[in-house]
Protein backbone atom coordinates (compact mmCIF):
# COMPACT_ATOMS: atom_id res chain seq x y z
CA UNK A 1 0.00 0.00 0.00
CA UNK A 2 0.93 3.22 -0.94
CA UNK A 3 1.49 6.76 1.26
CA UNK A 4 -0.87 7.99 -1.05
CA UNK A 5 -3.66 5.00 -0.62
CA UNK A 6 -2.87 5.00 3.17
CA UNK A 7 -3.99 8.72 3.22
CA UNK A 8 -6.79 8.27 1.11
CA UNK A 9 -7.83 5.41 3.26
CA UNK A 10 -7.41 7.31 6.52
CA UNK A 11 -9.02 10.55 5.61
CA UNK A 12 -12.04 8.67 4.34
CA UNK A 13 -12.68 7.55 7.82
CA UNK A 14 -11.87 10.83 9.45
CA UNK A 15 -14.76 12.24 7.45
CA UNK A 16 -16.91 9.90 9.52
CA UNK A 17 -16.00 11.53 12.06
CA UNK A 18 -17.26 15.00 11.06
CA UNK A 19 -21.07 15.67 9.95
CA UNK A 20 -20.42 15.24 6.33
CA UNK A 21 -17.53 15.88 3.91
CA UNK A 22 -18.18 19.41 3.63
CA UNK A 23 -17.90 19.60 7.61
CA UNK A 24 -14.54 17.85 7.39
CA UNK A 25 -13.85 20.38 4.39
CA UNK A 26 -14.38 23.36 6.40
CA UNK A 27 -12.65 22.30 9.24
CA UNK A 28 -9.57 21.58 7.15
CA UNK A 29 -9.48 24.65 5.03
CA UNK A 30 -9.75 22.90 1.61
CA UNK A 31 -12.53 23.56 -0.49
CA UNK A 32 -15.17 20.60 -1.15
CA UNK A 33 -13.80 20.18 -4.80
CA UNK A 34 -10.61 19.69 -3.22
CA UNK A 35 -11.36 16.94 -0.66
CA UNK A 36 -13.57 15.07 -3.64
CA UNK A 37 -10.58 14.82 -6.01
CA UNK A 38 -8.25 13.45 -3.04
CA UNK A 39 -10.60 11.18 -1.69
CA UNK A 40 -14.31 10.93 -3.40
CA UNK A 41 -15.02 7.73 -5.17
CA UNK A 42 -13.20 8.67 -8.32
CA UNK A 43 -9.72 10.60 -7.16
CA UNK A 44 -7.79 12.11 -9.80
CA UNK A 45 -5.68 13.81 -7.11
CA UNK A 46 -3.21 12.33 -4.12
CA UNK A 47 -3.38 14.13 -0.54
CA UNK A 48 -0.05 16.06 -0.20
CA UNK A 49 1.73 17.09 2.85
CA UNK A 50 0.11 20.33 3.33
CA UNK A 51 -3.50 18.87 2.82
CA UNK A 52 -2.71 15.71 4.76
CA UNK A 53 -1.51 18.20 8.12
CA UNK A 54 -4.46 20.27 8.02
CA UNK A 55 -6.98 17.05 7.85
CA UNK A 56 -4.92 15.56 11.38
CA UNK A 57 -5.39 19.41 12.47
CA UNK A 58 -8.79 19.61 11.84
CA UNK A 59 -9.39 15.90 13.05
CA UNK A 60 -7.21 16.39 15.93
CA UNK A 61 -4.71 13.74 15.59
CA UNK A 62 -1.39 13.82 15.82
CA UNK A 63 0.96 15.19 12.83
CA UNK A 64 1.86 11.96 10.67
CA UNK A 65 -1.68 9.96 11.66
CA UNK A 66 -2.73 10.31 8.10
CA UNK A 67 0.53 8.72 6.94
CA UNK A 68 0.14 4.98 8.78
CA UNK A 69 -1.91 2.51 8.95
CA UNK A 70 -4.04 2.04 12.11
CA UNK A 71 -6.42 -1.12 13.20
CA UNK A 72 -9.77 1.31 13.98
CA UNK A 73 -9.44 1.88 9.93
CA UNK A 74 -8.28 -1.62 8.36
CA UNK A 75 -10.51 -2.97 10.99
CA UNK A 76 -7.47 -5.24 11.98
CA UNK A 77 -6.88 -5.98 15.35
CA UNK A 78 -3.96 -4.24 16.96
CA UNK A 79 -0.97 -6.12 18.67
CA UNK A 80 0.01 -4.92 22.26
CA UNK A 81 2.98 -2.42 22.47
CA UNK A 82 4.23 0.14 24.82
CA UNK A 83 3.25 2.86 22.88
CA UNK A 84 -0.41 2.32 23.07
CA UNK A 85 -0.02 1.49 26.65
CA UNK A 86 -0.57 -2.35 27.28
CA UNK A 87 -1.23 -3.40 30.83
CA UNK A 88 1.94 -4.62 32.55
CA UNK A 89 -0.10 -6.95 34.94
CA UNK A 90 -1.03 -9.06 31.77
CA UNK A 91 2.27 -8.64 30.64
CA UNK A 92 4.13 -9.88 33.96
CA UNK A 93 1.40 -12.78 33.79
CA UNK A 94 2.15 -13.78 29.98
CA UNK A 95 6.30 -13.51 30.71
CA UNK A 96 5.47 -16.00 33.72
CA UNK A 97 3.54 -18.35 31.12
CA UNK A 98 6.14 -18.74 29.21
CA UNK A 99 8.64 -18.88 31.62
CA UNK A 100 6.94 -21.93 33.26
CA UNK A 101 5.97 -23.31 30.17
CA UNK A 102 10.42 -23.18 29.09
CA UNK A 103 11.59 -24.00 32.40
CA UNK A 104 8.98 -27.48 31.99
CA UNK A 105 10.75 -28.17 29.12
CA UNK A 106 14.43 -27.53 30.39
CA UNK A 107 14.65 -24.96 27.59
CA UNK A 108 17.26 -22.56 27.60
CA UNK A 109 15.69 -19.26 28.10
CA UNK A 110 16.69 -16.03 26.79
CA UNK A 111 15.51 -12.38 27.01
CA UNK A 112 14.41 -12.04 23.38
CA UNK A 113 12.37 -15.46 23.56
CA UNK A 114 11.04 -14.51 26.83
CA UNK A 115 9.51 -10.96 25.97
CA UNK A 116 9.00 -12.27 22.36
CA UNK A 117 6.63 -15.25 23.31
CA UNK A 118 4.90 -12.99 25.75
CA UNK A 119 3.77 -10.39 23.05
CA UNK A 120 2.54 -12.86 20.83
CA UNK A 121 1.15 -14.73 23.56
CA UNK A 122 -1.04 -11.56 24.56
CA UNK A 123 -2.06 -11.26 20.84
CA UNK A 124 -3.09 -14.61 20.27
CA UNK A 125 -4.69 -14.86 23.69
CA UNK A 126 -6.75 -12.05 23.24
CA UNK A 127 -9.91 -11.65 25.72
CA UNK A 128 -9.91 -15.48 25.61
CA UNK A 129 -8.74 -17.36 28.27
CA UNK A 130 -5.16 -18.91 28.13
CA UNK A 131 -4.53 -22.17 26.80
CA UNK A 132 -1.65 -24.19 26.18
CA UNK A 133 -1.91 -24.30 22.14
CA UNK A 134 -1.88 -20.25 22.20
CA UNK A 135 1.28 -20.67 24.44
CA UNK A 136 3.40 -23.08 22.10
CA UNK A 137 2.41 -21.69 19.61
CA UNK A 138 3.86 -18.02 20.85
CA UNK A 139 6.90 -19.96 21.61
CA UNK A 140 7.46 -21.41 18.33
CA UNK A 141 6.57 -18.38 16.43
CA UNK A 142 8.93 -15.87 18.77
CA UNK A 143 11.60 -19.26 18.63
CA UNK A 144 11.45 -18.91 14.82
CA UNK A 145 11.56 -15.03 14.85
CA UNK A 146 14.59 -15.22 16.64
CA UNK A 147 15.95 -17.67 14.80
CA UNK A 148 15.85 -15.63 11.66
CA UNK A 149 17.04 -12.48 12.54
CA UNK A 150 20.04 -14.34 14.27
CA UNK A 151 19.25 -12.87 18.21
CA UNK A 152 21.07 -15.98 19.32
CA UNK A 153 24.60 -14.53 19.69
Wanted: hydrophobic share 35%.
Amino acid sequence: MTIHEIRRMNARYLVTKFRNQGAFAEAADISRSQLSQRIGPNPTENIGDSIARRMEKAAEKKEGWLDRTHPEVTGEQQSPSFEEGINQDELMVAVQAVWDALETREEKITAPLLMSAAFIYLRLKGTSESSEKELNESISIARGTIRSLDLTR
